[in-house]
């Protein structure tokens, strides 16, 4: 399956100019054949902790943009939008990644970043999620997630790859690299981790979008602070073969 991992800049809570930025992005996308497009953490409106202001129901525009695209141009499309669940009193940071059918699959990010004020403003999810996207099954998390291991350990003997959508600050770029190249090391998977670039509120982002093999080979790497896409191609079968080859999984206790 061949990916796209999108690193944008995003307009500051402002969903509309962001749709209009990044429709041309996943149609070219589509265009150059991938099934699975991936944008960042709160593609939408950048980590605001307005939430009176970005918070959307979950079939707001966010998410139905999310939808449109993925139903116009045939493949899988996903980024995090600050949605209020039904019954719920605070949005979740929640992952939605959208199918070319239509259907909609929620990721509410377990971990909000208490080091920003997440955890005042979203509330926390509890469900793991995997789905099988063209044959690859896909495990969705959310940026600060990145730094417990357990959620990705527990998944790894069903999970092919892991997709980490994040607004992840550029201070803290050496983290990231080492964490998405850890987290498909340990678990012999692979790692579509998608960061924006820009200034968003009062912190840079540097991006370092990347995707990772299950041998933590380096298949694409965005190491500069640039609006562009990379593409990968994803094999379960790799995965299969790695973890024959080096059966580390069965060791765990």
Excluded at 120 to 127: C, M, Q, R, S, T
Excluded at 139 to 146: A, H, I, T, W
Excluded at 159 to 167: L, M, S
Aim: net charge negative; proline share 6%; aromatic share 10%.
């Amino acid at each position: 399956m061949k990916v796209a991992a999108i690193q944008h800049d995003i307009v500051w809570e402002d969903p509309a100019a962001n749709f209009a930025r990044l429709a041309p992005r996943i149609e070219a996308a589509a265009a150059a054949g991938a099934r699975l497009a991936v944008l960042s953490e709160m593609y939408s409106t950048g980590f605001s902790m307005d939430t009176a202001r970005v918070a959307e129901a979950v079939d707001g525009p966010s998410t139905r943009f999310l939808v449109d695209q993925a139903t116009t141009h045939d493949l899988w499309v996903c980024g995090s939008v600050p949605v209020v669940h039904p019954g719920d009193d605070r949005p979740a940071n929640t992952l939605v990644l959208a199918a070319p059918d239509g259907a909609v699959h929620r990721y509410r990010k377990i971990h909000p970043f208490t080091y920003g004020g997440e955890n005042e403003k979203y509330a926390a999810g509890h469900d793991l999620v995997t789905v099988v996207v063209d044959g690859v099954r896909c495990s969705l998390f959310v940026c600060y997630d990145l730094r417990f291991a357990d959620e990705f350990w527990g998944l790894a003997h069903a999970t092919d790859c892991y997709v980490i959508v994040a607004n992840w600050p550029a201070p803290r770029r050496e983290h990231w690299r080492t964490l998405i190249r850890a987290r498909a090391i340990e678990n012999q998977a692979y790692v579509l981790a998608v960061n924006r670039v820009g200034r968003g509120g009062k912190l840079e982002y540097a991006g370092d979008s990347a995707v990772i093999d299950p041998f933590g080979e380096d298949l694409a790497v965005l190491d500069e602070p640039i609006e562009a896409t990379v593409y990968a191609d994803l094999d379960p079968e790799h995965v299969a073969a790695i973890r024959t080859k080096y059966p580390f999984l069965p060791d765990r206790r």
